[in-house]
């Protein structure tokens, strides 16, 4: 079976453009998570949806925003980028919202010039 | 603010010794326990999960969780120059709380 997987794996942007970065999680798996992980420190809780419903809200700004779609598939959003948003995010899906093992994708990183 | 703390490191261990990774959380309630390892430039990848007192092991890993000094640890036996990583501990509460809070992570060397 297929594991998560998120595209693109890499991605250079300017600072004031937008991005979005695409996550298909484990078949089977309803939830995916949404994560940040800068250089030397460990992955920061973003967002996390739950058979299509928000569950969960981390401590970043509006700029950043998320969905999923009927297939489970996720997609996460950040607007007018900052160089503080270099960084590799995390996508990663478990099988149910509450209790259950998180498996990260490959990631996405991201550097914002 | 839920906090979980580990020493950065670098863990510097030679081949065939036992690496022992340390991670302390400050949720009391907390009910799993993650463990993940991460080689540089890839995603985390999950080694083992612990949920009750005690100790679980999976190969040459063991984890041990003691929720009253809210402590939880990683043991790696007979390491490999192949286990040099940096290591995650996750932890995830109750009371509705499904998202685990991540560690900083140890960087373990094994030198061969």
């Known amino acids: 079976d297929a594991g998560v997987t998120q595209s693109p794996t890499h991605l250079i942007k300017t600072r004031g453009q937008q991005v979005t970065l695409r996550c298909s999680p484990i078949?089977?798996?309803?939830?995916v998570s949404w994560y940040q992980q800068v250089l030397g420190q460990g992955p920061q809780f973003i967002f996390q949806?739950?058979?299509?419903?928000?569950?969960g809200r981390g401590n970043f700004p509006d700029r950043f925003s998320a969905r999923q779609f009927p297939n489970y598939s996720s997609e996460l959003n950040v607007n007018a980028l900052l160089l503080g948003d270099s960084a590799l995010y995390l996508c990663?899906?478990?099988?149910?919202?509450?209790?259950?093992?998180?498996?990260f994708g490959p990631g996405t990183r991201l550097l914002v010039l | 603010q839920k906090e979980v703390e580990q020493n950065s490191g670098p863990l510097s261990v030679p081949e065939g010794a036992i690496a022992s990774l340390n991670c302390t959380y400050s949720?009391?309630?907390?009910?799993?326990f993650f463990w993940y390892r991460q080689y540089s430039g890839k995603s985390p990848e999950l080694i083992m999960f612990?949920?009750?007192?005690g100790d679980k092991e999976d190969g040459r890993f063991t984890a041990q969780l003691n929720k009253a000094s809210q402590y939880v640890s990683l043991l790696i036996r007979d390491s490999q120059p192949s286990d040099s990583a940096t290591y995650l501990c996750?932890?995830?509460?109750?009371?509705?709380?499904?998202?685990?809070?991540f560690g900083r992570g140890t960087s373990l060397i094994v030198h061969p």
């Open positions: 990663a899906s478990s099988s149910e919202g509450q209790g259950e093992t998180q498996y």
């Open positions: 078949s089977g798996h309803k939830s």
């Open positions: 949806y739950y058979e299509k419903e928000e569950r």
């Open positions: 949720d009391r309630g907390s009910q799993s």
């Open positions: 612990i949920y009750s007192n």
């Open positions: 996750a932890v995830k509460g109750t009371g509705g709380s499904y998202i685990p809070t």
